[in-house]
Each structure stands twice: as structure tokens, then as C-alpha cells.
Antibody
Framework: QVQLVQSGAEVKKPGASVRVSCEASGYTFTTYDINWVRQATGQGLEWLGWLNTDSGDTGYAQKFQDRITLTRDTSSSTVYMELSGLKSEDTAVYYC???????????????WGQGTLVTVS | SYELTQPPSVSVSPGQTARITCSGDALPKQYAYWYQQKPGQAPVLVIYKDSERPSGIPERFSGFNSGTTVTLTISGVQAEDEADYHCQSTDSTKSYWVFGGGTKLTVL
């Protein structure tokens, strides 16, 4: 079955960087994009960016353009999200996700990682 | 940057119909997706491509696109439907994804 397993919780100082990993299994890694979404406590979902796992191409939300980097390691089916210049407002749960998609086989539902709490303090 | 607008909260009594709206300029051309999220859990897709329902989602959940507004309708609301609901779509060029601010559904 499809699984996205993320790395554990992080505590960082303001100004530092954090890197969160997302290991995919149960499907051909390079077939689907991986997206990153965050959610601060009591707030809505916020999309950060996507990575094409085949080409390595990326797209970032304008708000995070200067601070976020998404990379992948196809040998381990892992995507990495690095966020720099951390501020207290970056405290949130960070999710990797395979968003809904359709292909010749039909509709594929979304899959989410378990979430990684990043605390900036 | 592109935005999707949802009401912060909606309240209904059990058995009634809840309607949650999501407005955005690109919605006439881009599909909308709806997620249900309960505390401490990852979001669960309840509607895709404006009005399609994934397998396992109760028939009381439906979606409709009326142009720049999409609506999630929950008919015969049950206590277990109390949750946050988030709409999702892309900008007009499909360059990036965006979520609405989320709507808290309260079952009175």
C-alpha cells in the first residue's frame, strides 16, 4: 500500500534551517509529484510547493520562494523539504502529500504523510 | 497571489443540510477538491473534480460548481460530520496549488 513516512519532530532556533524528509513506498516513486503543506495550530492548510520526482523540477508558493528548497533522492524514494530563515510563525505541522490525480488507470486518491511538527523557539 | 475564500464557520442541527462555499476567480476553469479534517488527523478527501465522490465517502456529501463559487453540501448532517473542511484548487495556469482558509462545521 502507498505510504509516505516523514522524519520526526524538530525544534529550531529563529534564523536556523530545518530539513524534513518524506520517504515514499508502495508505488513507483518517479510517477507522481510530491507536495508540501503546513498547518499551524488552529489554522488552515497552506501549500508550500511541489516537486516532480522524475525530473526534479520544482514550484514554490510565492510566499516561500526565497526560503524553501525541495530535493529528492530517487535511490531511496525520498523527498526533502528545507526551510531556511526560520521564524516563530513557521511553527507548524508540515505534511508531504501526493495530491489527487488521474491517469489511464483512473482516479488516484491523495496520500498524506503523518506530519512533522516543527517548533521554532 | 491567487486566493480561495471560505466562510470561517457554519453551524447546523443534526439532520439538516450544511452548505460550505469556496470562491475563487479561477474556479470556472480549474477543478476544486474538498477535504474533511478532524483534530489531530490528516485531511481526508470527500469531493474531487468539483462533484465526484471518492469510494467510501457517504452519499450525503456532494459538490457543485457554479462558476467562481464551488459548494460542498452535506445532506442530513450527522454528529460525526463535525470537522474542518478545506477547499483546494490551482491558479488559472496550474502553476501552483492553493487552499481556502478552512471552514469549521459545528453540529449543534
Amino acid at each position: 500500500q502507498v505510504q509516505l513516512v516523514q522524519s520526526g519532530a524538530e525544534v529550531k532556533k529563529p534564523g536556523a534551517s530545518v530539513r524534513v524528509s518524506c520517504e515514499a513506498s508502495g508505488y513507483t516513486f518517479t510517477t507522481y509529484d510530491i507536495n508540501w503543506v503546513r498547518q499551524a495550530t488552529g489554522q488552515g492548510l497552506e501549500w508550500l510547493g511541489w516537486l516532480n520526482t522524475d525530473s526534479g523540477d520544482t514550484g514554490y508558493a510565492q510566499k516561500f520562494q526565497d526560503r524553501i528548497t525541495l530535493t529528492r533522492d530517487t535511490s531511496s524514494s525520498t523527498v526533502y523539504m528545507e526551510l531556511s530563515g526560520l521564524k516563530s510563525e513557521d511553527t507548524a505541522v508540515y505534511y508531504c502529500a501526493r495530491f489527487p490525480s488521474e491517469d489511464s488507470s483512473g482516479f488516484w486518491p491523495p496520500y498524506w504523510g503523518q506530519g512533522t511538527l516543527v517548533t521554532v523557539s | 497571489s491567487y486566493e480561495l475564500t471560505q466562510p470561517p464557520s457554519v453551524s447546523v442541527s443534526p439532520g439538516q443540510t450544511a452548505r460550505i462555499t469556496c470562491s475563487g476567480d479561477a474556479l470556472p476553469k480549474q477543478y476544486a477538491y474538498w477535504y474533511q479534517q478532524k483534530p489531530g488527523q490528516a485531511p481526508v478527501l470527500v469531493i474531487y473534480k468539483d462533484s465526484e465522490r471518492p469510494s467510501g465517502i457517504p452519499e450525503r456529501f456532494s459538490g457543485f460548481n457554479s462558476g467562481t463559487t464551488v459548494t460542498l453540501t452535506i445532506s442530513g448532517v450527522q454528529a460525526e460530520d463535525e470537522a474542518d473542511y478545506h477547499c483546494q484548487s490551482t491558479d488559472s495556469t496550474k502553476s501552483y496549488w492553493v487552499f481556502g482558509g478552512g471552514t469549521k462545521l459545528t453540529v449543534l
